[in-house]
């Protein structure tokens, strides 16, 4: 695949994310009490040959795109910057017995779902841990954000595993 297409690609995946997230998912609630940051796919579901920093950029990109269309002075940059930060070591600690295929891609169908949901759920609760403590500014009702981030972890990586099951493939292309 040539390069170019590759950046065409992922500019075409945050605009969707992006796109997604701000007109269709940012206005669903469950329960009045979660949220689904279902944006953070973008990053999650990068290609595992990524280089640290092109992922650290992305992760700061999506969460400034975020920050700017709700209004939410860097609480999503920061938390995004975090969850691309930690990904490289999650995938290195879940790395298979065998290492990475060339070809392999954070996919439910080629990982498993156990290493998928492991992936999603440390990813996914990191960040969100990270958010809604940075969003209320301190630990004074630590019961109330917690349940906050309990239910809004559930609510995204059900969107996140849903995404999966539906928009990528079941088998490896062979180029």
Known sequence: MSGLWIIVRQVLRFGLYAGVQVLLVGQLSLFGLGWCLQYLGFVLFLPLRTPVAVQLLLGFGMGLAMDISYDTGG?????????????PWVLRLL???????????VNVHQMGYQWFLVYLLLLVSAHHLAYFFLELGSFRHPLQTLSRVGVSILFTSTALLI???????VRRGRE
Request: zero cysteines.
């Open 163 to 169: 995404v999966q099951l539906l928009f990528f493939p």
């Open 95 to 105: 790395t298979p017995r065998d290492g990475y295929d060339a070809q392999d891609s």
């Open 75 to 87: 609480l999503h940059a920061a938390a995004g910057v975090l969850l691309a930060y930690l990904r």
